[in-house]
């Protein structure tokens, strides 16, 4: 691996080497990868009632304004989603495909500051991090 940085944008690093598989469009980087300073991950959305979770970008917020529901599709190995309720007016149940508790499959989202973090193994979803999201 080969690491450039152009001097004309002083916080911007590019790796060249990488490997990436055209079927799935995978990057990956051989060996490990140490990250000294801040790891951002690819994009929000803000997730509105009766929508699916984008799988493409890594954090989903959500304001309810009464009863409301979301999905989360399967997604792909080693892939991490998040999840936080920013303002409260009404739960939110999330219904996830491949959910990795068992039961229903669903998260609720009841106050304000409630979020969860998920990772895909072994194609099912993992809760690796919870702050008062109920799992059924």
């Given at each position: 691996?080969?690491?450039e940085?152009?001097?004309?944008?002083?916080d911007?690093?590019?790796?060249?080497?990488?490997?990436v598989?055209k079927?799935?469009n995978?990057?990956?980087?051989p060996?490990n990868?140490?990250?000294?300073?801040?790891?951002?991950?690819?994009g929000?959305?803000?997730?509105?009632?009766?929508?699916?979770?984008?799988?493409?970008v890594?954090a989903?917020?959500?304001?309810?304004?009464?009863?409301?529901?979301?999905?989360?599709a399967?997604?792909?190995?080693?892939?991490i989603?998040?999840?936080?309720?920013?303002a409260?007016?009404?739960d939110m149940?999330?219904?996830?495909t491949?959910a990795?508790?068992?039961g229903?499959?669903?998260?609720?989202?009841?106050?304000?500051?409630d979020?969860?973090?998920?990772?895909?193994?072994?194609?099912k979803?993992?809760?690796?991090?919870?702050?008062?999201?109920?799992?059924?």
């Amino acid at each position: 691996i080969k690491v450039e940085r152009d001097e004309n944008i002083s916080d911007e690093i590019k790796l060249t080497g990488l490997e990436v598989d055209k079927t799935s469009n995978a990057t990956s980087l051989p060996g490990n990868l140490t990250v000294s300073n801040t790891l951002k991950l690819q994009g929000s959305e803000n997730l509105a009632s009766g929508n699916a979770a984008n799988l493409s970008v890594t954090a989903s917020y959500f304001t309810t304004t009464g009863a409301s529901t979301a999905t989360l599709a399967a997604g792909s190995a080693g892939q991490i989603k998040t999840f936080m309720m920013v303002a409260d007016a009404g739960d939110m149940v999330i219904t996830v495909t491949n959910a990795g508790w068992g039961g229903s499959g669903t998260m609720t989202f009841n106050d304000q500051g409630d979020g969860c973090t998920l990772q895909y193994i072994d194609s099912k979803w993992y809760c690796i991090g919870n702050n008062g999201v109920t799992f059924g």
